[in-house]
């Protein structure tokens, strides 16, 4: 903690203050998380999903296994006895495996170039219909062959693939294989669990957006890349997506009104009608930017609407989401804390720290596993809908239970985590 001794700002009459400022928050509650068998109301931010089965459940038939290692550092009876505990792990959620035993290819060596012919030969010579799901064993984290995989299956062929670290498989921890069932079912157009979003997205058919744009690292010229996700069904579980390129280090996004377009289209055919409200979370967008953004972005939204039909004009919620800030919370009494020491999950701030011009406020929504935690900040732009901050903050709080990816609440709205996935097998 910085002291006022000898300090350079003792000559203007300034002093630091060294106690941490106090401010009112409050803890909103946790909401219910609905799975087939049963429903349970997270503690701390976390819940257990043994003996939970997945409210949609996907069935596969038609899937195989690649090894991208030697068969002598990783031999064909360990992959058997894998392939046993991930059938074990999808079984216990709900998703049936019609194929216990699928074929096995080694592929040691293959270079990352031709990893996609190899993957479409070898499942030519098994299946004579399009393979559901291609299971991949990697041999180390980061792996050359991860990005090749994941352009195959998600950009040219449209199969599900789930990667696996071969030194994870081989301790053989179930609570693996369990958080590895939550990813292939919802890549298989299951649904793993529901959340009550509450009242902001009740009465009128509601699309939530997440949106952001991606810039190359310092000194190169490549492209950014901008992502929008959005919501496809009336459950808020499926997101459809739609990229492009843009001019490197432009952070509006220049197609966000074609990109909203090809979304509400992918709504309408999944829902069969238009929605009439459009929730959007904006990741990576700095105070000073917010004019810009509600010139160029919020502006094309509106435009690209009404070029799907003259007389459509949903009501538009635009809130900027982000963790780049210099706020931390802390609580008063350890008591007060989570076991960390950090503030709990749900802890919300929206007075004294918060800006006097526009709505904002501060949400711990996370349980940190170690280390200070950090909470999202929220800033609303636009709100047609007039909601109450009751009303948005619970939604928020809300979202963060519906990543479908763990067990957890994440430290901010699902949609901004959905979109931050898009571009990364780019």
Same mark, same amino acid.
């Given at each position: 903690?910085?002291?006022?001794?000898?300090?350079?700002?003792?000559?203007?009459?300034?002093?630091?203050?060294?106690?941490?400022?106090?401010?009112?928050?409050?803890?909103?509650?946790?909401?219910?998380?609905?799975?087939?068998?049963?429903?349970?109301?997270?503690?701390?931010?976390?819940?257990?999903?043994?003996?939970?089965?997945?409210?949609?459940?996907?069935?596969?038939?038609?899937?195989?296994?690649?090894?991208?290692?030697?068969?002598?550092?990783?031999?064909?009876?360990?992959?058997?006895?894998?392939?046993?505990?991930?059938?074990?792990?999808?079984?216990?959620?709900?998703?049936?495996?019609?194929?216990?035993?699928?074929?096995?290819?080694?592929?040691?060596?293959?270079?990352?170039?031709?990893?996609?012919?190899?993957?479409?030969?070898?499942?030519?010579?098994?299946?004579?219909?399009?393979?559901?799901?291609?299971v991949c064993y990697l041999p180390r984290k980061p792996c050359d062959e991860y990005a090749a995989i994941k352009r195959f299956g998600d950009q040219d062929v449209g199969i599900a693939t789930q990667c696996l670290s071969i030194p994870?498989?081989?301790?053989?921890?179930?609570q693996y294989y369990a958080n590895v069932a939550m990813k292939v079912n919802v890549k298989l157009n299951g649904t793993n669990s529901t959340v009550n979003l509450g009242p902001a997205v009740s009465g009128k058919p509601t699309m939530?957006?997440?949106?952001?744009? #991606?810039?190359?690292?310092?000194?190169?010229?490549?492209? !950014?890349? =901008?992502? @929008?996700? &959005? %919501?496809?069904?009336?459950?808020?579980?499926?997101?459809?997506?739609?990229?492009?390129?843009?001019?490197?280090?432009?952070?509006?996004?220049?197609?966000?009104?074609?990109?909203?377009?090809?979304?509400?289209?992918?709504?309408?055919?999944?829902?069969?009608?238009?929605?009439?409200?459009?929730?959007?979370?904006?990741?990576?967008?700095?105070?000073?930017?917010?004019?810009?953004?509600?010139?160029?972005?919020?502006?094309?939204?509106?435009?690209?609407?009404?070029?799907?039909?003259?007389?459509?004009?949903?009501?538009?919620?635009?809130?900027?989401?982000?963790?780049?800030?210099?706020?931390?919370?802390?609580?008063?009494?350890?008591?007060?804390?989570?076991?960390?020491?950090?503030?709990?999950?749900?802890?919300?701030?929206?007075?004294?720290?918060? #800006?006097?011009?526009?709505?904002?406020?501060?949400?711990? !929504?996370? =349980?940190? @596993?170690? &280390? %200070?935690?950090?909470?999202?900040?929220?800033?609303?732009?636009?709100?047609?809908?007039?909601?109450?901050?009751?009303?948005?903050?619970?939604?928020?709080?809300?979202?963060?239970?519906?990543?479908?990816?763990?067990?957890?609440?994440?430290?901010?709205?699902?949609?901004?985590?959905?979109?931050?996935?898009?571009?990364?097998?780019?």
């Open positions: 903690m910085p002291t006022n001794a000898g300090s350079p700002l003792n000559q203007w009459g300034l002093q630091i203050e060294t106690t941490p400022m106090e401010v009112p928050a409050r803890i909103l509650p946790p909401p219910q998380v609905t799975y087939k068998n049963k429903t349970v109301t997270p503690g701390s931010g976390t819940w257990d999903l043994r003996g939970y089965n997945f409210m949609k459940t996907a069935s596969i038939e038609r899937w195989m296994v690649f090894v991208f290692d030697r068969e002598q550092f990783f031999p064909r009876r360990d992959v058997q006895n894998s392939v046993q505990g991930f059938v074990e792990g999808l079984s216990k959620t709900g998703i049936r495996v019609m194929t216990q035993q699928p074929t096995i290819v080694y592929g040691p060596g293959v270079h990352p170039d031709r990893v996609a012919q190899f993957m479409k030969d070898e499942a030519k010579k098994v299946f004579r219909d399009i393979p559901q799901l291609f994870k498989v081989k301790r053989g921890n179930p939530i957006f997440g949106a952001d744009v #991606s810039h190359p690292a310092p000194g190169s010229f490549a492209p !950014s890349v =901008a992502a @929008l996700v &959005g %919501t496809i069904n009336p459950e808020f579980t499926n997101y459809g997506s739609s990229i492009r390129i843009q001019p490197s280090r432009v952070e509006c996004i220049a197609e966000i009104g074609a990109m909203v377009q090809d979304l509400l289209k992918q709504f309408h055919k999944s829902v069969k009608v238009k929605p009439q409200r459009l929730i959007f979370f904006r990741d990576g967008v700095s105070e000073g930017q917010f004019s810009q953004v509600m010139d160029q972005e919020v502006n094309a939204i509106r435009i690209a609407c009404q070029s799907l039909e003259a007389t459509y004009k949903p009501e538009i919620t635009y809130i900027v989401c982000g963790k780049r800030h210099h706020i931390s919370l802390f609580p008063m009494r350890p008591e007060d804390g989570d076991r960390t020491g950090n503030v709990q999950a749900g802890t919300t701030v929206d007075q004294q720290i918060t #800006s006097a011009y526009t709505f904002d406020w501060y949400t711990q !929504s996370h =349980a940190s @596993l170690l &280390g %200070t935690s950090r909470s999202a900040h929220y800033t609303v732009l636009v709100d047609d809908s007039k909601f109450s901050a009751d009303t948005l903050q619970q939604l928020v709080y809300n979202l963060c239970y519906t990543y479908a990816r763990c067990t957890r609440s994440v430290s901010y709205a699902t949609p901004a985590y959905c979109e931050l996935l898009s571009p990364s097998s780019l």
